[in-house]
């Protein structure tokens, strides 16, 4: 058959009609591309890029949050260093000799004798002068609430 006008009927032949059943659909919401001329432009996207571009940024993002909780640990075990510090200095001076009793919050100086042993003293080596009865000056520290001690010079 061919094509005849009639007013406004189009007549097509059985082929054509068939050929364009092939291009058309009754459902186009389901079609994954644009089905009218003014449609949104569909590209198919590079998954192997967009993996890449995620596989990045999830790798930026948890560095990231590695090198926050390394700083976290950082300090954590400066002041763990802090700590050790205090119970050794802690541990010596109340090995000491020790011929007063300690007030909290004061500063006190410890002392090596000549015979190795250590003593705790508040007079200061400046007090002392060129008289200093101790071999070598070890530390001056300040006793804390807890009775621990805060070194405040360190020469061991």
Not at 57 to 83: C, G, N, R, T, W
Not at 114 to 135: A, H, Q, R, T
């Amino acid at each position: 058959m061919s094509k005849h006008k009639k007013g406004k009927e189009v007549i097509m032949s059985d082929e054509e009609l068939e050929r364009l059943r092939d291009k058309i659909t009754t459902t186009p919401s389901t079609l994954p591309y644009a089905h009218t001329v003014g449609g949104a432009v569909v590209k198919p996207e590079d998954k192997g890029k967009i993996k890449g571009l995620a596989v990045r940024a999830m790798q930026e993002q948890s560095q990231m949050q590695l090198d926050k909780v390394y700083e976290q640990v950082k300090v954590l075990f400066k002041q763990a260093e802090e700590i050790k510090s205090r119970v050794d200095i802690s541990e010596r001076i109340y090995q000491a000799e020790i011929k007063f009793k300690p007030t909290i919050g004061h500063v006190y100086h410890l002392y090596q004798k000549s015979d190795g042993s250590e003593i705790l003293s508040f007079v200061s080596p400046k007090e002392w002068g060129n008289s200093m009865p101790f071999e070598k000056h070890l530390a001056t520290v300040k006793l804390l609430s807890d009775h621990t001690w805060h070194i405040e010079e360190s020469n061991l």
